[in-house]
């Protein structure tokens, strides 16, 4: 049986091809405690969501909406793996509560709970906003110099008055930074256009992973018990790359660690799947739905790592096309390989 690290999407990966996705959830009783839950609160139920005639941007992006959509399309294809191991589970970003649930230090409705909250906090307070920008080419080839210059670049207008910007997620070729709007039009004015489509505005994040989200933080753990957590039955890899073992966590310090450095400080993406690699050194990625836009991030971690010899776009791809190393599970094609 091949080893697997479960790697959870964050926010940005449930778009308009993503409709319908939860028809495939294998656990129907289960999907339909959510559905509660989201009624009690007066919140439209992500059945209803998902199975709309369209997509709408300004619905199915909003916090409250997207991060109860896929916590539930990931946890759904996590449940339906088979003939694999899991060694270790990590996330992206929003990812981190959904990889808590696989990784069963949150119960699945526990989970739920939590990034439902979460979600919906940081829809009603929306501080700041994040902006996508790569440091690597075309051709994913390490830039250590252009990433110091963008994170140098973020560091100036930060000290300039009324100017707030940082860096939020490092994600593999690509940096994620987040502020307020005087901060991120500063670096959309200073950075020439790349690539046709950077630098790019993400509709309806806030300053994820930034000292901005302390007021949301402090709600989030008003709101949410330390009781929720427990002992994961996996091993979980956090967003500095750290490991929290079965049987050996502290689930008030991984309850501080989710709701305190987790919301507020950057998020390390690339650290965690660089842990991923060398500490469990597993035969396959595998990454849940919805979605498959995390899958080059993955990749690009994986060649600064230096992971079995990758060192560009190229190689990965054809040791893709040889001996896959990398399942995304919102491929038909490769999901079949592992439910």
Same mark, same amino acid.
């Given at each position: ?97 959904? =990889? ?81 709007? =005087? ?82 400080? =950057? ?73």
């Amino acid at each position: 049986m091949k080893k697997a690290v479960l790697i959870c999407p964050g926010r940005g990966t449930y778009t308009k091809t993503e409709l319908g996705s939860l028809a495939r959830f294998p656990d129907r009783s289960l999907l339909d405690s959510f559905d509660a839950r989201r009624a009690a609160l007066g919140q439209e139920t992500l059945t209803a969501l998902d199975a709309a005639a369209s997509y709408s941007v300004a619905k199915h992006t909003r916090g409250d909406n997207a991060s109860a959509l896929i916590y539930a399309c990931t946890l759904g294809d996590a449940l339906s793996l088979q003939s694999v191991e899991i060694v270790a589970v990590t996330g992206n970003s929003m990812g981190w509560y959904s =990889a808590l649930a696989c990784a069963g230090a949150l119960t699945a409705q526990n989970g739920f709970e939590v990034v439902n909250t979460m979600g919906t906090l940081m829809q009603e307070q929306l501080i700041g906003g994040q902006i996508l920008h790569p440091f690597m080419d075309e051709n994913w080839q390490p830039n250590p110099a252009r990433r110091a210059e963008l994170l140098a670049l973020a560091a100036e207008i930060s000290t300039k008055p009324g100017h707030v910007l940082a860096l939020s997620i490092d994600l593999g070729g690509m940096l994620v930074l987040a502020g307020n709007e =005087a901060g991120l039009k500063a670096f959309e004015a200073a950075v020439p256009p790349e690539q046709g489509r950077f630098p790019m505005r993400l509709a309806n994040h806030a300053a994820f992973h930034t000292a901005l989200q302390a007021p949301v933080a402090a709600m989030g753990r008003a709101k949410l018990s330390a009781s929720l957590f427990q002992q994961p039955q996996k091993p979980l890899i956090d967003g500095r790359g750290a490991i929290w073992w079965p049987g050996a966590s502290d689930t008030a310090n991984l309850y501080g660690y989710t709701l305190g450095h987790q919301v507020t400080e =950057a998020y390390d993406f690339t650290a965690a799947i660089r842990t991923a690699a060398r500490e469990f050194a597993p035969d396959l990625f595998i990454i849940p739905g919805p979605g498959t836009t995390l899958g080059g991030a993955v990749a690009q971690s994986l060649i600064l790592a230096h992971w079995q010899g990758l060192g560009s776009k190229q190689d990965f791809q054809t040791r893709q096309a040889a001996n896959p190393l990398l399942i995304s599970m919102g491929l038909p094609e490769q999901r079949a390989q592992v439910t």
